[in-house]
Antibody, heavy 117, light 110 residues
Framework: EVQLVESGGGLVQPGGSLRLSCAAS????????MDWVRQAPGKGLEWVAN????????YYVASVKGRFTISRDNAKKSLYLQMNTLRAEDTAVYYC??????????WGQGILVTVSS | QSVLTQPPSASGTPGQRVTISCSGS????????VNWYHQLPGTAPKLVIY???QRPSGVPDRFSGSKSGTSASLAISGLQSEDESDYYC???????????FGGGTKLTVL
């Protein structure tokens, strides 16, 4: 069974940093593109970033470029999202996901990040 | 404002057929396949259609998808109360190099 489990969320002040982690199991992590998707309270889904199998190729939504960094450790079957210079508008549930645009997507349960003073 | 445009709401009575549209451009829907997700409050999205018109196993054949040019549609026939949910279209945008989601459509079964 595919499992994606996010951790590292919580309350952080504006301008602060947070690192999200996603532990993967049940599929071949090292051969899968991985994504982060977020959803602000009461809002729709917003794709944040993705990373290729080896970590050499990354893409970001414009609003997080230069502030967020996606990375992975295939040996640990883990995906990360380093979030710096956080803003109130980054407040959201963050989902780890794979195969988003494919036939067998999987999503984590999501983790809440709240940016507030 | 989303790159893909969906109506914010749709509704129908049990047994009816409803259609949810997703309008994009040549750089996204025009060149790439579309997935459709539904999402219940407090839960992760779940796939209902992939590759424009393919149904994952376990999704009833009441759900169908189509694509024409720069637009895609999700149709639900024989509407049931459990279909009440938020629905999102998603695809790749080759000009922006990002995954794009529609703004979402809240489907209400009256």
């Amino acid at each position: 069974e595919v499992q994606l489990v996010e951790s590292g969320g919580g309350l952080v002040q504006p301008g602060g940093s947070l690192r999200l982690s996603c532990a993967a199991s049940g599929f071949t992590f090292s051969t899968s593109w991985m994504d982060w998707v977020r959803q602000a309270p009461g809002k729709g889904l917003e794709w944040v970033a993705n990373i290729n199998q080896g970590g050499s190729e990354t893409y970001y939504v414009a609003s997080v470029k230069g502030r967020f960094t996606i990375s992975r450790d295939n040996a640990k079957k883990s995906l990360y999202l380093q979030m710096n210079t956080l803003r109130a508008e980054d407040t959201a549930v963050y989902y780890c996901a794979t195969d988003l645009l494919g036939a067998t997507p999987h999503w984590g349960q999501g983790i809440l990040v709240t940016v507030s003073s | 404002q989303s790159v893909l445009t969906q109506p914010p709401s749709a509704s129908g009575t049990p047994g009816q057929r409803v259609t949810i549209s997703c309008s994009g451009s040549n750089s996204n829907i025009g060149r790439h396949t579309v997935n459709w997700y539904h999402q219940l409050p407090g839960t992760a999205p779940k796939l209902v259609i992939y590759s424009n018109n393919q149904r994952p196993s376990g999704v009833p054949d009441r759900f169908s998808g189509s694509k024409s040019g720069t637009s895609a549609s999700l149709a639900i026939s024989g509407l049931q109360s459990e279909d009440e949910s938020d629905y999102y279209c998603a695809t790749w945008d080759g000009s922006l190099n990002v995954v794009v989601f529609g703004g979402g459509t809240k489907l209400t079964v009256l």
